[in-house]
């Protein structure tokens, strides 16, 4: 049986639960509606251009804020793993913001940057970066120092030995840190829409059914969807990282 397959079957049980459990009365329906009548109305929502905008909004808001993050915490992890003073003096101020729930800032970036999509990006960005710099640094400081010493006996610049011993040997790892961020960051994207009330977006459409009516089987299924995006942003990353890392065993072993 293959992963997926699994995977498939321990979906399908789940689901296969929780339709029993609704149905044989130990939970109102009205407030846990059973997934047939939840995926009746995925499949309704995702023939409406309106609900289709806020999946867009939402999707789009996690790829910036995930490219974004790469692109501060990569070279930013390349020199604070490399130079061990910049690492040192850096130390107390990273590990003093690095725990700071992103939700905790939403006050605060909604005052300096408002409202719009900034302030989910910025969250977003915020969260995602940690896992990526923490594992850019972790990578460099596991550099086997023979190699290091190989390099440097045949005069190897310190640009080609970043480029050709360091970044080879630390991309699996980096990697294996943006398929952490990269849940992280859909989860401020959409918690962020939620909390502070964004014109479009997953979370905006999860309270805006949520309110008055209370159409619970109109937020499950949106939040059917979040999850969905979670999960195929995370295949789509394992198998890529598979394809690009076949010689390494760290994205395996790290996150599973």
């Known amino acids: 049986m293959t992963r997926l397959l699994r995977n498939l079957t321990g979906l399908l049980v789940f689901f296969l639960l929780w339709e029993g459990f609704v149905r044989a009365g130990f939970?109102?329906?009205?407030?846990?509606?059973p997934p047939t009548i939840v995926f009746a109305r995925l499949f309704e929502l995702l023939g409406d251009p309106v609900f289709i905008g806020h999946i867009i909004a939402s999707a789009l808001a996690w790829l910036i804020a995930m490219l974004i993050a790469v692109v501060v915490a990569v070279p930013a992890g390349?020199?604070?793993?490399?130079?061990a003073w910049l690492r040192?003096?850096?130390?107390?101020?990273?590990?003093?913001?690095?725990?700071?729930?992103?939700?905790?800032?939403?006050?605060?970036?909604?005052?300096?940057?408002?409202g719009g999509p900034e302030a989910k990006i910025t969250l977003a960005v915020y969260a995602a970066v940690w896992p990526i710099l923490f594992n850019t640094i972790y990578a460099m400081s596991e550099i086997d120092p023979v190699l290091t010493e190989t390099a440097r006996s045949y005069g190897t610049s310190k640009t080609r030995m970043l480029s050709s011993v360091a970044l080879p040997h630390a991309a699996p790892f980096i990697f294996t840190g943006i398929r952490m961020s990269s849940a992280i960051a859909l989860i401020l994207v959409v918690s962020t829409e939620f909390v502070a009330g964004a014109s479009k977006g997953i979370g905006q459409f999860l309270v805006s059914v949520s309110e008055g009516a209370g159409r619970m089987d109109l937020v499950l299924a949106g939040t059917v969807i979040a999850g969905l995006l979670g999960y195929l942003s995370n295949e789509g990353l394992e198998r890529l990282g598979r394809r690009l890392f076949r010689w390494s065993t760290v994205d395996r072993e790290a996150v599973k």
Request: aromatic share 2%; hydrophobic share 60%; net charge neutral.
């Open 27 to 33: 939970v109102n329906a009205l407030f846990l509606p």
């Open 88 to 114: 040192d003096s850096t130390k107390v101020i990273v590990e003093l913001l690095r725990p700071i729930p992103s939700v905790a800032l939403i006050p605060l970036v909604l005052l300096v940057i408002g």
């Open 78 to 83: 390349l020199l604070l793993g490399s130079v």
